[in-house]
């Protein structure tokens, strides 16, 4: 469990990195601009992708809090193992693909690591709201289990 402050916290960070990520895919998809020469890039995804970096370093701050204070404490009772191991293997993915997009060379690569972190960021929506559901059955157990006593 978290306390309050953490949990909007993390809530706050995770929509915003979410947000900024899938209208920057989607500005750049589907709303380029007319240039003379061919489609140019929408004037928002500068800056989206400006917000998308910070929400970035904001997410490694949440989830480097996160590993000590939440993670460690769970890991050992083997509540909700699953579905964390899932978030915490997309977050590293995601993590990897990122970095991949700033520091791999060649166009290839680049490419393979924008397909592969667009992919896995989507995926990350469903695994984290996964990952809230079974926390929360878990407290909502263990409560009727202590009341029951």
């Known amino acids: ?41 929408n004037p928002a995804e500068p800056w989206l992708l400006r917000l998308h970096g910070a929400a970035a ?12 204070l939440h993670v460690a404490r769970f890991w050992g009772t083997r509540q909700n ?10 977050a590293a993915l995601l993590i990897a693909s990122g970095y991949g997009l700033y520091y791999l060379g060649g166009d290839d690569w680049r490419a393979a690591c924008r397909i592969a972190h667009i992919a896995v960021g ?3 929506l ?7 559901r079974r926390g929360r059955q878990l407290k909502r157990r263990v409560v009727r289990n202590y009341l029951a006593d």
Not at 57 to 68: F, H, I
Not at 81 to 90: D, N, Q, T
Not at 126 to 132: G, I, V
């Open 1 to 41: 469990m978290l306390g309050n402050f953490h949990r909007r916290a993390a809530y706050l960070v995770l929509a915003l990195i979410f947000a900024s990520g899938l209208a920057h895919f989607v500005l750049h998809q589907f709303f380029p601009r007319a240039g003379e020469f061919g489609p140019l890039p």
């Open 57 to 68: 370093m904001a997410t490694l701050v949440l989830l480097g809090s996160l590993l000590p």
């Open 81 to 90: 193992s699953a579905a964390a191991m899932a978030f915490l293997g997309i």
């Open 122 to 124: 989507i995926a990350a």
């Open 126 to 132: 469903p695994a984290f709201a996964l990952h809230l």
